[in-house]
């Protein structure tokens, strides 16, 4: 029932080969995740997933020679099978959604990256907390559209999290140990606030007004981080940082008043944790995914992650800001959205996915990203989130006055 195991079962399941489905293997986390893996003979990849990229799949099987390999995409899925039968490959295609939840609850697998982008993750990651996997989980919006009910599922099993956001990572590493257990409160650990930093994006220092001509190539064109475009763009929004807000209050059982956002530009201090008798606990390191996943797949272990290690005598100064706001409205809507609870996240990251996706394909601007969440939200009614069918509904419908409103823009 606890967010962390006793070090004795991970230590010992760390020893043998340590069996991993690797959800989302095609995209920026998997590809890093990957990389880590193979510095480590004790982990085996029993399962790889993707939508539609074949190739990257193919190659991901011919070198790690997973037991199952999912495509969501039907075609996609005949089409990796036919190459795989043609190299004489005993990887298994599975296809479909449905298929993404087989792998993450097979009884074989210990451990769950959940690295699939947006909301389609939510199935899969929460079977996996279901059946009492130890999750990696790098899907925010999985969390963020239905945090009662995942929380709920975690508590209800054995199941381990771990969060690989670098900024919720870093705050987990801050934590005392028995702070990190679920129901446990955080203040009476001596806990006063959590700080969550972001680099700003790559329109921190612009003027409001140049937002509107923002292109997708700019918005994915992160100054410290290379992730997948959707994450970067809500990096660039700063509703990224919203969304996170949201993740820490679910993650770490605090309301959204116990969670502060300092810009950082350097993206050194992933997080800090201050505590009553001013003692402010931060996490650092390189900008790069592989330390997160490294902590996470070894946790309670340390192994190498195979990032560049940190010289501060080359970084220069390390800044702190308070973020804009008023530029930066999407911010505002995720706080406004943690505060509000029940559904309200599960709209506010509906209405997002749409509204990104419809920025990244050149129907709608940078700037009507905020417009099309605020308006989503203010025509919905948010409700106490209680099953898993409501939240899906409350998806639906969240998406369709969405991209309503994208129609009448
Ligand atoms: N990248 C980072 O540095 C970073 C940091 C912190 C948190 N995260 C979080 O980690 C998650 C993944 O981010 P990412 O940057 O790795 O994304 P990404 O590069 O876009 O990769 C997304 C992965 O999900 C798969 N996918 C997409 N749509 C799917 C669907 N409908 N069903 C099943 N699989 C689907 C993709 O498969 P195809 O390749 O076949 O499309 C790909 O494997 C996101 O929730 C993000 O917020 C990322």
């Known amino acids: 029932m606890a967010m962390t195991a006793s070090p004795t079962t991970l230590q010992s399941a760390s020893r043998r080969s340590v069996n991993i489905a690797l959800l989302g293997a095609t995209g920026s986390i998997g590809k890093s995740t990957l990389e880590v893996i193979a510095l480590h003979s004790d982990y085996r990849v029993f399962a790889l997933t993707a939508n539609q990229n074949v190739e990257l799949m193919l190659a991901q099987c011919l070198r790690f020679s997973p037991r199952f390999a999912v495509m969501v995409d039907e075609g996609a899925a005949e089409r990796l099978a036919h190459m795989l039968r043609l190299r004489h490959s005993a990887t298994e295609v599975l296809a479909g959604p449905d298929a993404l939840v087989t792998v993450a609850s097979h009884p074989d697998v210990d451990t769950v990256m959940a690295a ?82 972001a680099s700003g994006g790559p329109f921190r220092e612009w003027p409001a007004e140049a937002l509107h001509a923002v292109t997708p190539e700019q918005a994915c064109k992160h100054p410290n981080w290379s992730m997948g475009r959707k994450i970067s763009v809500d990096s660039a929004s700063m509703m990224n940082k919203g969304l996170e807000v949201i993740e820490a209050c679910f993650l770490f059982g605090v309301g959204p008043q116990f969670v502060d956002v300092l810009i950082h530009p350097q993206s050194i201090v992933h997080s800090m944790v201050e505590y009553a008798d001013g003692s402010v ?122 991209r309503r409103l994208i129609g009448t823009q």
């Open 116 to 197: 699939i982008v947006g909301a389609a993750g939510l199935p899969s990651a929460l079977a996996a907390v279901e059946h009492s996997k130890k999750v990696l989980l790098a899907n925010k919006e999985a969390l963020v559209m239905a945090g009662d009910l995942f929380m709920g599922a975690l508590a209800a099993s054995n199941a381990v999290l771990l969060p690989i956001d670098s900024e919720h990572n870093a705050v987990f590493q801050c934590l005392p140990p028995g702070a990190r257990d679920i129901g446990g409160d955080l203040r009476q650990q001596g806990v006063r606030r959590i700080v969550l930093t």
């Open 281 to 402: 606990l931060a996490q650092m390191g390189s900008p790069d995914m592989r330390i997160p996943i490294a902590h996470s797949l070894a946790w309670p272990e340390r192994i190498l992650s195979g990032a560049p290690y940190l010289d501060l005598t080359k970084q220069g100064n390390l800044q702190f800001f308070e973020p804009d706001l008023a530029r930066f409205p999407c911010l505002r809507l995720g706080m406004e959205a943690a505060r509000t609870g029940g559904t309200a996240p599960t709209i506010l990251n509906a209405a997002n996915e749409v509204a990104v996706e419809s920025f990244l394909n050149g129907q709608s601007r940078f700037t009507d990203i905020p417009a099309i969440i605020a308006g989503t939200l203010e025509q919905m009614t948010c409700r106490k989130a209680d099953s898993v069918d409501m939240i899906r509904q409350v998806d639906e419908q969240a998406r369709a006055l969405a």
